[in-house]
């Protein structure tokens, strides 16, 4: 990741959002909270652009499934090739988060 991005970024962590990302059928006592996966993606994205200005594209896993307080990986590319590691932490069993790039 460039030098720009990763100062700007490592000003920005703790960068966190909580928000409701869970299909309305995809809370189930056993197999636990699954995320939409796309929504995820797009959620990080649009925040790292708000927060640090800079362009990426969030990968996440399919499915991206969890226990309430499990955390997830996701990745995030910027325009160089350049990859970091965002830490998604399921909040409760409506599917809210909190994401955080790693620094």
Known sequence: ??????IALKILVPLFL??????????AELSGVTLDVSLVEENIEEG????????VVATCPDPLVGEVGDTRTCTIEDEYGDVEFV???IQNSEGDIVWQVRG
């Open 1 to 6: 990741m460039n030098s720009k991005l990763k």
């Open 18 to 27: 909580l928000v409701p990302l869970a299909s309305c059928s995809a809370v």
């Open 48 to 55: 790292v652009l708000d927060q640090g200005g800079y362009y």
């Open 87 to 89: 830490d998604v932490t």
